[in-house]
């Protein structure tokens, strides 16, 4: 099991590195250079060669992509072209602020997805069953920038309840968890929230629907056992895939969402990764990728160990 | 009370129902079973066997509407409330299915599983329940039984499986002890065993016992008498000896010829002709009249009673082949 845990480590290494190369790969195929986007339209052309060989960008790619990559693994992700802060400095404050958004809308999807999705799984009766997959299907559907919208026109805009954008009104720099800077999350963390409670909600249903339908179901009738005892035995069956399900939902959140963190003015990684990518500010770019692709393979990894926990047939060695 | 018996069913019937059926599924069953007697259900898929056996814990889908009487031990089974129920299934009656694999919990091990159903009934601590657990398995003669309460389902042999199975059905020692075709999803071997096993599990305990099964060699080994169903009605019933050695029913002496056995060797096997029975359209007379090579015109006329054709022995025919061979 120790082995598997560090074997599964050491996979996420050629794994990130296949994201960065991607990411790389992808920023130079797109029109436009970071050059031209921090100098003035007429810089002559000694400056722009100048300032190109500053940053190495005068190398060709493989080089430039190697480089970078020693670099990283020293621990040292460069400076951003734009703010000519250091990657890090950029890139931590905003995973801080992207991880409180994601977490409290992953504790509200988590919590009202599997609640609904055990009612309509445990439920015999059609309307109930109907209407929840019904309402999750909406959930997945709905477009969240279009939702976050809505909703900052009903409670910001119509009833003036919740604040629209930004994280708080002392700017972003303190949280004191009060109610002022609290109101700022609530209506990102319900937008977000959203299509992870219908995905949770439509597949705890079907794990649920799926188990009680096995012959073992009988058994435990048969042997006389209490409806909560029975309940227990369906859960612990319908777990596993729920779980990993509910580890990718987690790191795609934890990855911030570009739409919804602009749609509010978030200032985490959905954000900088928006500004990162409008300047082709590159180090910021690759810094950014391959934190959240981090994120991914740690979560995912985390998922696989909590599986084999629970379900006796997935042996991993 | 000894002398009453352990199962006592009249008329049972047991209709499925929903949007787009209703089928009659088991009709007009009756029957009463005494502690350390073993009755068979003989028939094919479809014959309302399992139901029968189903119907008497009420271990039936929501579709499923129940008519008739079903006494165990006494109680009414068919106006008892859920939490009744709970206390029945298991210390009254138990069921052991066909497949252990899909019929144990596979996310449990083989010693939770017994334990939490002692556990249940009996209100003792999980380690008594463990110890309860563990003597179990000797019972049913599983090897390295220690060993063998900590495993899975998946990590034991279909055969130490079923016996685990057998072993968890009898955990509260139930009165009666309901097998639903217990050898059918096992290899040759592994089954005779497992019959042995539970024949002589059922001598020692004294338990009322139904078998379930379509294999008439099986019946023969364990059952003292032998009760043949036909879309969903019992068409003879008798000791096994009679029955088996000479059926009174026409669909008993097909099921007969359609089966190997010594005597048989080298001789072509017959088989029923048509096809077994649609439920949902069922003949108005005698519902085997169709395939029957006794057919008459009265066979028609409505659904023929459950006649004494011998000593304990019944068959639903107007010209039962008994009559005929004493006749002749």
């Known amino acids: 099991m120790h082995l598997y845990i560090l074997r599964r480590l050491l996979y996420t290494v050629p794994i990130i590195i296949g994201v960065t190369i991607v990411c790389f790969s992808f920023i130079h195929l797109a029109p436009g250079d970071p050059i031209s986007a921090v100098l003035p339209e007429n810089a002559s052309t000694e400056l722009m060669e100048e300032i190109k060989a500053a940053y190495g960008l005068d190398k060709p790619l493989p080089i430039q992509y190697l480089k970078w990559l020693m670099h990283v693994a020293g621990g040292d992700f460069g400076t951003s072209i734009m703010t000519r802060r250091s990657v890090v400095s950029e890139v931590l404050p905003a995973v801080g602020k992207t991880a409180l958004l994601a977490i409290t809308a992953i504790t509200i999807s988590f919590a009202l997805g599997i609640t609904l999705g055990l009612l309509a799984g445990f439920s015999d009766r059609r309307v109930t069953d109907r209407s929840i997959t019904a309402f999750a299907v909406v959930g997945i559907s709905v477009p969240h920038y279009w939702l976050g919208m809505v909703l900052v026109v009903i409670f910001a805009v119509q009833f003036q309840a919740l604040p629209a954008t930004g994280m708080g009104p002392a700017g972003t720099h303190v949280w004191d968890f009060g109610w002022k800077d609290l109101s700022h999350l609530v209506l990102p963390a319900l937008t977000l929230a959203m299509i992870p409670t219908g995905v949770l909600a439509r597949s705890v249903r079907a794990m649920v629907a799926e188990v009680r339908r096995q012959e073992f179901v009988q058994t435990l009738k048969g042997k006389g056992l209490r409806r909560p005892r029975i309940f227990l035995h369906i859960v612990k069956n319908a777990a596993p895939p729920i779980l990993a399900i509910m580890g990718l939902q987690f790191a795609q959140l934890l990855g911030g969402s570009i739409l919804v963190e602009t749609v509010f003015a978030w200032p985490g990684t959905g954000f900088l990764l928006n500004a990162a990518i409008a300047t082709r500010d590159l180090p910021l770019l690759q810094g950014t990728v391959i934190v959240l692709a981090t994120f991914f393979v740690l979560t995912n990894l985390a998922v696989d160990i909590l599986q084999t926990a629970i379900d006796p047939r997935v042996r991993r060695t | 009370m000894p002398h009453d018996p352990v199962v006592e069913v ?104 017994i334990s939490e159903t002692i556990v249940s009934h ?115 019933t008798g000791p096994v000896a009679d029955v088996i050695g000479r059926p009174g029913h ?50 028609d006329a409505g659904v023929p009673a459950m006649v004494p054709i011998g000593e304990g022995r019944m068959a639903r025919c107007l010209r039962p082949l008994l009559a005929t061979a004493e006749a002749a």
């Open chain 2, 122 to 236: 009996e209100g003792v601590s999980y380690r008594e329940a463990r110890k309860r657990s563990l003597e179990l398995l000797e019972m049913v003669q599983i090897p390295s039984a220690e060993r063998r309460l900590d495993s899975y389902p998946h990590e034991l042999s279909g055969g130490l499986r079923q016996r685990a199975m057998i072993a968890l059905a009898l955990s509260c020692r139930p009165s009666l002890l309901l097998a639903d075709e217990p050898t059918t999803a096992l290899d040759a071997t592994v089954q005779i065993q497992i019959l042995l096993l539970i024949r002589s599990l059922q001598r020692e305990l004294g338990m009322a016992t139904i078998f379930v099964t379509h294999d008439i060699g099986v019946a023969c080994e364990v059952a003292d008498r032998v009760s043949v169903m036909y879309a969903g009605r019992f068409v003879e």
């Open chain 2, 250 to 299: 026409p669909y008993t002496a097909g099921l007969l010829r359609s089966t190997v056995h010594a005597e048989s060797r080298g001789q072509l096997l017959e088989s029923i002709p048509g096809g077994p029975p649609d439920l949902a359209d069922l003949p108005v007379g005698c519902s085997f009249g169709p395939r029957c090579s006794q057919h008459h015109a009265a066979c």
């Open chain 2, 10 to 113: 009249s008329d049972l019937s047991v209709r499925f129902v929903n949007r787009d059926l209703d089928l009659q599924v088991v009709d007009g069953v009756s029957f009463s079973l005494a502690a350390g007697e073993v009755l068979c259900l003989l028939g094919e898929s479809g014959s309302g066997k399992s139901v029968t056996m189903r119907a008497l814990l009420r271990l039936l889908p929501d579709y499923a509407r129940i008519g008739g009487k079903i006494r165990l031990a006494g109680k009414d089974v068919t106006t008892m409330t859920d939490r009744q129920l709970e206390a029945v299934r298991g210390p009254v009656g138990a069921m052991i299915f066909q497949e252990p694999m899909t019929a144990l919990d596979p996310v449990f091990t083989i010693g939770t599983q």
